[in-house]
């Protein structure tokens, strides 16, 4: 064998290099076009963001102050409307995953020829206007709902569930379609194992980022959905940030930066935890 | 990667079907050994031999999907201790039957039994039977130890001898210092054995192998099978074992039931399914078989290439006149012909055409210009197909011993006969 290893044939002589100035030239000019893309959509989507920025840095008496900043906090309301919108999250992110979790576990086990039912469903609430789904929940809830639950913010709990719907699902869906779901379920089952060991023990810790990855798209909702609450005459964040701007827009603006700022550490959480489990699907499920 | 190097004993074994052929006799005293033997070789700790090992049987399963049946009446018998391998082409049942014995699969008739009793309704996570699947079945969010403690702790065992015993079972399969390492941290081979020590864990009564070398590459496949076969004979648990792959099912299991539409085929040790094949579906799936034309005379005698051979009962009954006479590459004799030598005698003239060699033995490929009805068929037709040869010509291949090969090169004119002994024979393909 060695002495067939060693017989070597001579080395082809290398091509001697086309012009090297077109070549590079080349790799400029499409290096080029990625950059012009690049800033085209960087000045799209920051452009906003700058000039919100600026605008709340403003002072009423001229220049430059952080007193927007310092204000919002002792306006009335803001705690309330505060406490209202993280509630609401609270119970639309337990619903959502108390609902999700089961059910797409039981359609990619027992049930794959429902997946496409399933899916369409979930994109529904994404093709119905807001104000459609509001206005069909106000009047099926006020011709057959029980009256408490019209006079309570939980009826629009319910709606930010449905509102969720497609974001949780896809979440959820791409990282049970990441693990070999039907293999582990049946190992938990040939170790001794019963439905519960199988959702809480294999399903749910190997889902830990998709379903904070539905959390987290839940939440981000809820702090941002004014149509709904609005109509509802339910004042969350969102809609008391709205109010202020009407007499008081530096504030506003400065209000909404800072949500801004939380959404984005919420989402830089949730893309460090994703990535430090190299197995699970992109977390943001194909969004 | 520490447990990918081979060792010779490995290599030996996994250089083929003709290896293994000597152990008539050995397999079994092994397990009578190990079954007779409390204690044995084995690791330290509560791992010792299965007491009152069970036996199955499979009565009649059957199974349907839709048109399709993957179990048509399978009937089996496993005897406690044993290791018994269903082999066969992919959609025959295999599979199927060992889920059903799991208890994931609901055969719509037929009864289960396992150690005499009734299981057919006893749900999968009541039938404490450890399961080694194909891959990917190891908690990926839990370490190796954790893994191997699964079953233990769904069995509420307290946390400390829980780790203890999974660490031992580690030791076991030769993964003690991995025993931290999640499963994406370890190789392929490794997953397995981590796999393998979970499924003993439980202490099942019985042991489930999914092909579970199937993912692996061939090293680390050929040393986890004997791994595998000494652990289990150690243990001795009894095993149904299910693979495509004729040479873990030969060199692993102390029976080998061949498989086809959903019944057994053939159930005996690995020498018998090789050397006497029950059909020649059998004949053609296990190793490699030329098909030559034959004539029967009488009932017992077979008239082919001008010779008169005995004939095995089990395929001829019913046949008679023209049949294809079945023989394995190992009992085709080719001699040189000198030139101007007389043509008379016993055999039919071929010529060399190509010759590869494989070790011990060197296949030898020889058209036979007179016999246009000889073939191969089985797992050596595959290497056949580039070489294109008169249609008028058959062919035979021939295992010869790599120190007798003389000058049988290609191009050499040869004689070609077969050994003195009983033949399998079947109707005209």
């Not at chain 1, 077109?22 to 920051?46: K, N, P, Q, T, Y």
């Not at chain 1, 459609?132 to 809830?141: E, T």
């Not at chain 2, 150690?234 to 086809?260: C, K, N, P, Y």
């Amino acid at each position: 064998m060695a002495a067939v290893m060693t017989e070597t044939l001579p080395a082809p002589a290398v091509p001697a290099g086309r012009p090297g100035g077109s070549r590079a030239w080349e790799v400029i000019r499409a290096g080029a076009w990625r950059w012009v893309v690049f800033l085209l959509a960087a000045i799209f989507f920051l452009l906003p963001l700058v000039a919100s920025f600026e605008f709340s840095l403003r002072d009423p008496h001229g220049g430059y102050s952080l007193a927007s900043y310092r204000q919002f906090t002792k306006m009335p309301g803001f705690g309330s409307a505060l406490w209202l919108s993280v509630k609401l999250a609270l119970m639309a992110v337990g619903i959502t995953l108390a609902l999700l979790v089961p059910t797409v576990t039981l359609v990619h086990l027992r049930l794959p020829w429902l997946r496409r039912v399933v899916e369409t469903l979930t994109v529904l609430p994404l093709v119905i206007p807001p104000i459609v789904l509001v206005v069909g929940v106000l009047g099926a809830f006020s011709s057959y709902g029980p009256a408490w639950l019209l006079s309570s913010p939980v009826n629009l709990g319910f709606e930010y569930v449905v509102l969720a719907l497609p974001f949780a699902y896809r979440s959820l869906d791409a990282g049970i379609g990441a693990i070999d779901l039907r293999t582990l379920v049946e190992a938990s089952r040939s170790l001794g194992g019963n439905w519960a060991t199988e959702l809480f023990r294999v399903v749910l810790p190997n889902l830990r980022t998709a379903v904070l990855g539905a959390a987290v798209m839940t939440v981000a909702l809820v702090l941002g959905e004014f149509a709904m609450a609005s109509v509802l005459l339910w004042v969350t964040f969102p809609v008391w940030v709205v109010s202020v701007a009407q007499t008081q827009a530096g504030v506003s603006v400065a209000v909404s930066m800072i949500s801004l700022l939380l959404t984005w550490v919420l989402l830089m959480l949730l893309i460090t935890l994703g990535g430090r489990r190299g197995r699970q699907a992109n977390i943001l499920g194909g969004f | 990667m520490a447990d990918d190097t081979t060792d010779p004993a490995g290599n030996l074994a996994a250089s083929g079907v003709a290896g293994s052929a000597p152990r008539a006799g050995e397999v079994d005293a092994a397990v009578e050994a190990a079954l007779s033997e409390p204690g044995g070789p084995v690791a330290p700790g509560s791992t010792g031999p299965m007491d009152g090992a069970v036996g199955i049987e499979m009565r009649d399963l059957r199974r349907s999907y839709g048109a399709v049946r993957a179990l048509d009446g399978l009937t089996l018998t496993i005897s406690p201790g044993e290791l018994v391998a269903l082999l066969g082409p992919s959609g025959c049942g295999k599979t199927t039957a060992l889920r059903a014995l799991a208890g994931f699969e609901r055969p719509d008739s037929g009864q289960l039994l396992v150690g005499g009793v009734d299981v057919t309704g006893v749900p999968a996570n009541k039938r404490g039977m450890g399961m080694v699947f194909q891959a990917y079945s190891l908690f990926p969010n839990l370490t190796a130890l954790d893994n191997v403690a699964f079953g233990l702790r769904l069995r509420r065992m307290p946390a400390r001898r829980r780790r203890a015993r999974a660490g031992e079972l580690l030791e076991l399969v030769g993964l003690g210092a991995q025993a931290g390492q999640y499963p994406h941290q370890l190789s392929g081979g490794q997953q397995q054995r981590v796999a393998l020590a979970r499924a003993l864990a439980i202490e099942p009564r019985v042991l489930l192998l999914d092909e579970p070398l199937s993912a692996l590459d061939a090293q680390v496949r050929a040393q986890l099978r004997d791994e595998i076969r000494s652990l289990q004979s150690r243990l001795g648990i009894t095993t149904l074992f299910v693979t495509h792959d004729q040479e873990e099912a030969l060199s692993m299991a102390d029976r080998v039931g061949v498989m086809r539409s959903g019944r057994l085929e053939q159930l005996a040790a690995p020498e018998i399914v090789y050397g006497w094949p029950e059909t020649p579906f059998v004949a053609e799936f296990v190793g490699t078989v030329n098909r030559l034309p034959g004539r029967l005379i009488g009932a017992d005698t077979v008239e082919v290439t001008g010779q008169r051979l005995p004939v095995l009962e089990v395929g001829a009954q019913g046949l008679a006149g023209d049949v294809d006479v079945l023989v394995r590459p190992e009992a085709v004799v080719v001699s040189p012909v000198p030139d101007g030598a007389p043509t008379a005698g016993p055999g039919v003239l071929g010529k060399v055409v190509q010759r590869s060699f494989r070790g011990a033995t060197t296949r030898v490929q020889v058209e036979l210009p007179g016999l246009a009805r000889a073939a191969v068929g089985g797992r050596g037709s595959a290497e056949l197909a580039d070489l294109a040869t008169g249609d008028a010509s058959g062919l035979v291949v021939a295992d010869v011993p790599t120190i007798a090969l003389g000058d049988l090169a290609p191009g050499a004119q040869v004689r070609v006969t077969l050994a003195e002994r009983a033949v399998l024979v079947s109707a005209r393909a």
